[in-house]
C-alpha cells in the first residue's frame, strides 16, 4: 500500500521552543494532507487540513499561528509547534488518502510523533 | 452530542472468547464507515470498512445499521494478538476521518 513517512517519530523539547514535523508520501502525490492530534485517552481529532499550494485549514480551536502547516510540494507537508509549551505534549499524526480503484479510498497514516514538552 | 461515540471499555477477555463493540454517529449523512485498530503509541492501521450488508474478514464481522446509527464489529475466538484499541471511524465531509475515543480490548491466556 502507499507509504506515508513521518519523522520524528519522538521528540522531547523545551518550553519555548519549536518543533518542525515531516510528512512525506513516498510512493504517490498527496494533494491533502490531514493533521491529528491525540491527547493521552482521547480520540484522534483533526487539527487542521493543509492543501498543496495553499493555506491550510485549521479546525476551530487549532491556534493557526502556533501551528504553522507548509505543504510546499505533492510529497511533503510539515506542521511546526512554534513555541511549544507542556500543554502542546501530544501524539501528532498525519494522513493522506489515496485512490485505490474506482471511487474507492483509503487513508494512509505516518507513523506519528509523541512530542514532549518539557 | 459527540459526533462518533463508543463503549467506554476496557474489556478483558480470556483467548477464544467473543466480544462485541458498539459505537454510534451523530451524523445521519454520513457515508463510509470503519473500524481502524491502534497499537499503544502507534500509528491507527485500517481493520475493515463497514458495508450495510454488513461484511466479514476471518475473525471479523463487521454490521452497519443506518437507521439506528450505529455500527458494531465482532471479533470471534479472540487471539492474544488481538489485543490494541479499536476505534470506530466515520469519513468526514473533507475527506478527513472522525475517530471514536476508542474501546481497549486486553485479551488474556
Known amino acids: 500500500g502507499a507509504v506515508v513517512s513521518q519523522h520524528p517519530s519522538r521528540v522531547i523539547c523545551k518550553s519555548g521552543t519549536s518543533v518542525k514535523i515531516e510528512c512525506r508520501s513516498l510512493d504517490f502525490q498527496a494533494t491533502t494532507m490531514f493533521w491529528y492530534r491525540q491527547f493521552p485517552k482521547q480520540s484522534l481529532m483533526l487539527m487542521a487540513t493543509?492543501?498543496?499550494?495553499?493555506?491550510?485549514?485549521?479546525e476551530q480551536g487549532v491556534e493557526k499561528d502556533k501551528f504553522l502547516i507548509n505543504h510546499a510540494s505533492l510529497t511533503l507537508s510539515t506542521l511546526t509547534v512554534t513555541s511549544a509549551h507542556p500543554e502542546d505534549s501530544s501524539f501528532y499524526i498525519c494522513s493522506a488518502r489515496v485512490r485505490t480503484g474506482g471511487w474507492a479510498t483509503e487513508a494512509f497514516f505516518g507513523q506519528g510523533t509523541r512530542l514532549t514538552v518539557v | 452530542r459527540k459526533e462518533v461515540e463508543q463503549d467506554p471499555g476496557p474489556f478483558n477477555v480470556p483467548e477464544g472468547a467473543t466480544v462485541a463493540f458498539n459505537c454510534t454517529y451523530s451524523n445521519s449523512a454520513s457515508q463510509s464507515f470503519f473500524w481502524y485498530r491502534q497499537d499503544c503509541r502507534k500509528e491507527p492501521k485500517l481493520l475493515m470498512s463497514v458495508y450495510s450488508s454488513g461484511n466479514e474478514d476471518g475473525r471479523f464481522t463487521a454490521q452497519l445499521n443506518r437507521a439506528s446509527q450505529y455500527i458494531s464489529l465482532l471479533i470471534r475466538d479472540s487471539k492474544l494478538s488481538d489485543s490494541a484499541t479499536y476505534l470506530c471511524v466515520v469519513l468526514g465531509s473533507q475527506g478527513n476521518l472522525i475517530f471514536g475515543k476508542g474501546t481497549k480490548l486486553s485479551v488474556k491466556p
Open positions: 493543509s492543501n498543496e499550494g495553499s493555506k491550510a485549514t485549521y
